[in-house]
């Protein structure tokens, strides 16, 4: 029987061990089944008359994740599914970053990959996103207000690849989860609320350069600083042993990691990246319509040559964990909030962590 991923738990799943309710009786109403199988009031079906249920034709099944006991939409079980796990500490600008990559992939990527992302497949999705980044990003000009510490719904995008003649060749449905940065205060809360990280196909981990403490120095007295949080080797730890305890792996972790540091503008404002560094430019990605590996490895030295010099060897030794694992720079809004507002949204270089991940799962060609 075919496998599929589920969106809320990351596991994989068939549908023989998935809950399975029938449109017949689901509501109470008098109708009832052609072939007379047995449900309960709530139309959950046996074990025993799954296969058969399968099979009718006259009724929509509705399929629930046997962990966390929610519907799984219908692009999750017959296309490809590509759940990436989107982690960051508190005020490391996640919710912004989730807001415009989401457009990002809308609009630009759709251009250059001859893409579509579907807002549709999943209503909740649509109606979260709209009501909790997109008004306010891009109506309002307003950032988005911090996600409450809790367990959030999944964000739901199935992204279709077309050829000349748009015809779908090939598809992956990405999940977003926009976790709340407390959630990585513990590793007890790391496992109620982020139980999907170990079963991703990628992860980004954003990365607040204003809670490095070498950077923070530089930029006392230019700028009004966040408070201090979760220190970001802390958090890399944390998902590491996360990782390790669920899956039970002794060697290197094969998840690609992206390590996407946020607030790229700031690090460009007040020099901390050089005048001339292509990270102050737009990648070479979206012209190409492909993924670019000079621009990409040019990016990782200089991310990495900046990072060595504010990061202690506990966080470079934490990274090697991961057989595969990149530095971004990234800048969601392009310019610093004032009192919680932007000019214009002016992202740079949000895509690039997402469409590695997309290149190392093969959805997208590399290029020299």
Known sequence: MAKFTCPYCYATHTLDTCGMKCSYNITGTDVTCKKNLPKDAEGWIPQLYKKQCLACKDARKRIYCPTVEKEIPTEFLSGESLPIALVG????????????????????????????????????????????????????????????????????????FMDRKDRIINSATLTFYDTAGENLDSDEEMLIYNRYIPNAKGIILLLDPLQVPGIRQQLEGKMQLPAMNTDVTEVLSRVVENIRSVKNIKGTINIPLALAFTKLDV??????????????????????????????????????????????????????????????????????????????????????????????????????
């Open 267 to 368: 690090l460009e404002k007040f020099d901390i990246i050089s005048e001339d560094s292509l990270l102050r430019e737009e990648s070479r990605h979206l012209e190409l319509g492909a993924f670019s590996m000079s621009d990409f490895d040019s990016c990782t030295i200089q991310m990495r040559d900046i990072l060595e010099n504010w990061l202690d060897a506990e966080f470079t030794q934490l990274v090697k964990n991961f057989s595969k694992y990149a530095f971004f720079g990234v800048s969601a809004l392009g310019e610093v909030p004032e009192n919680n507002t932007v000019s214009s949204i002016k992202p740079k270089r949000v895509l690039d962590p997402l469409l590695w991940l997309l290149a190392e799962n093969k959805y997208i060609k590399k290029v020299k």
């Open 89 to 160: 500490a508190k005020a490391s600008g996640k919710s912004n970053y989730i807001g415009v990559l989401i457009d990002e992939v809308k609009r630009k990527m759709a251009r250059s990959f001859n893409t579509t992302l579907s807002v549709s497949c999943d209503e909740t999705s649509r109606r979260f996103y709209d009501q909790f980044y997109k008004i306010p990003l891009y109506t309002h000009g307003e950032v988005v207000a911090a996600t409450d510490a809790g367990e959030m719904p999944p964000m739901i995008f199935p992204l279709r």
